[in-house]
């Protein structure tokens, strides 16, 4: 049985990515999805939060000329230039953003959604304009590339794609076995049209420096998921050394941080490939490391802010964790979570990130615990200076696309980010992210002139309770009638200047999941 279990998750990810061959093609966007870009729009009289950490300014009038940001009119612009405007979105009351940025997104797996619309249109009904894939699909057979050709287009119902690839996955020419190997593949991804690498460190440490200086020469970004099994050589504080620009999840950092011994310290039982025993035992190691505020704690939160690596941590990916009863009944499932969706994130012995076979009280008190020392740690860093970001990781552990993100926001307030924080991670930062490797200034991320027309406006103050961003929105109980309200939501979602209604996004996911449910019946 044993030999067994270690077969079927050892070929786990092998057969993910030969799943992708079953992933349905995007339908290309109809008329009735989306409109625009207009020659000229008015997003009139909001309150704007711009992404920069600016506080909230309003009323102010934004002018979007085709894509871009033509003016910004506070106290609003003249009532003449109202009437010439193509269309006028009344947004008096509401509050407007930059669009948001998911650094950590995936999207290519038939036994979960095999229709890459579902994520894509969850993502923007969220208010998230732009998505780093890492990857979104793996294996040869993905249609990234080409879906982000089409989004760069607007032919489809989808946000602004960057592709990132793992090391060695993708190409024809065999494993990525050698420094010089690694330098030919670097060369091809960034021939080939991806816009960064995703490491996991279980390549050999000079495969890895070889990759990621050729990857700075070849103006690609870089990103790692420093796991257990590589971590022995390249834990966190390595990784920056050998140039890394970003670091997601919270691997590599506790290794960064033990007190006593050079490694982690598991019981003799332990074993990575049965994922119950992995995602338990990870959360253990808060016990192991120095005490938070020490020396060597303060000396390793300086090494990061001064390496200029970039920190995604995905809190809300290991959410279940602490209380998986509440993220298996979270308010969305019902209507918004594909039935496929659901069985994939049932305990399993295959599904990957399905680890809780027997969880029990102990092993959520442990993650609890474990939030702790990680949630401070990112804090600490991003209050030294450190630039950290969004990412959602959707499609594990009960995380749905687009209520993941926003789930997010809630657990970096948690982490003692202000909610103005939580908002320059999620746009500027998260741009500047992706357009540092670029050498070049992100055009959007902000609002500002000239920026791109990505933003998203919601009728309730995000400032005051990201659970109103939720496509659920949020209950709230009326003082004056005694009457629960769900208040909330995305309302306008503008990606490249194409307005989307974020309402009718939600009725297209809530016809798939219904129709899924009709199938199965």
């Given amino acids: 049985m044993l030999r067994i279990l270690l077969l079927s998750i050892a070929s786990l990810w092998a057969v993910t990515a030969s799943a992708q061959n079953g992933m349905e093609p995007v339908p290309a966007r109809t008329a009735s999805e989306g409109e625009g870009p207009y020659d000229t729009v008015i997003v009139r009289g909001a309150t704007m939060i711009d992404g920069t950490g600016a506080p909230p300014e309003g009323p102010v009038d934004i002018v979007i000329e085709g894509n871009r940001i033509s003016a910004i009119a506070r106290g609003g612009v003249p009532e003449a230039t109202l009437e010439e405007a193509t269309r006028v979105i009344d947004a008096r009351g509401m509050y407007v953003m930059p669009g948001f940025i998911d650094v950590h997104g995936h999207n290519g797996d038939p036994r979960k959604a095999p229709q890459p619309s579902y994520g894509y249109k969850l993502w923007l009904a969220h208010g998230v304009t732009s998505v780093r894939g890492v990857s979104f699909g ?111 999840h ?79 009944n979270a308010d969305w499932h019902a209507k918004y979570t594909l039935p496929s969706l659901m069985d994939f994130y049932a305990p399993s012995l295959t599904n990957h990130g399905s680890y809780y076979h027997d969880w029990s009280t102990a092993d959520e008190v442990a993650w609890r615990k474990f939030y702790t020392p990680w949630m401070r740690l990112t804090n600490e860093f991003k209050n030294r200076g450190g630039r950290v970001t969004v990412g959602s990781d959707p499609g594990y552990i009960y995380q749905t696309w687009g209520f993941a993100y926003i789930g997010e926001f809630e657990m970096l307030q948690e982490a003692g980010f202000a909610p103005l924080e939580v908002i320059q991670a999620a746009t500027m930062n998260g741009a500047d992210e992706i357009y540092q490797a670029k050498r070049t200034p992100a055009p959007f991320g902000t609002i500002k002139v000239g920026k791109l027309a990505d933003l998203v406006i919601a009728p309730e103050n995000p400032l005051a309770n990201f659970k109103t961003l939720y496509g659920t929105g949020h209950l709230r109980l009326n003082r004056e009638t005694n009457v629960l309200e769900r208040v909330g939501g995305v309302r306008w979602t503008i990606k490249d200047g194409i307005v989307y209604d974020a309402h009718e996004l939600l009725k297209d996911i809530e016809q798939m999941v219904a129709a899924q449910k009709a199938a199965a019946e």
């Fill in 138 to 248: 793996f294996g040869p057979s993905t249609s990234d590339l080409d879906d982000k050709r089409r989004s760069a287009a607007n032919t489809i119902v989808a946000p602004r794609l960057f592709a990132y690839a793992v090391l060695g996955d993708k190409w024809s020419k065999g494993p990525v076995d050698s420094p010089a190997k690694a330098r030919e593949w670097v060369r091809w991804a960034a021939a080939t049209g991806y816009d960064g690498i995703k490491f996991f460190n279980t390549d050999a440490p000079d495969v890895m420096a070889a990759a990621l200086d050729e990857a700075e020469k070849q103006q690609l970004g870089t990103v790692a998921h420093l796991g257990q099994r590589g971590v022995a050589q390249v834990n966190a504080a390595k990784a920056v050394e050998m140039g890394l620009d970003g670091v997601t």
């Fill in 250 to 328: 919270f691997y590599g950092h506790m290794e960064s941080l033990l007190k006593d011994g050079a490694l982690p310290r598991y019981p003799n039982d332990y074993n990575y490939l049965d994922e119950q025993s992995r995602f338990s035992e990870v959360a253990r190691l808060a016990d192991q490391i120095v005490e938070p505020g020490s020396d060597k704690w303060n000396a390793y939160v300086d090494h990061l802010v001064e390496s200029g690596v970039t920190l995604s941590p995905t809190f809300n990916i290991y959410a279940a964790s602490r209380d998986v009863m509440r993220e298996r």
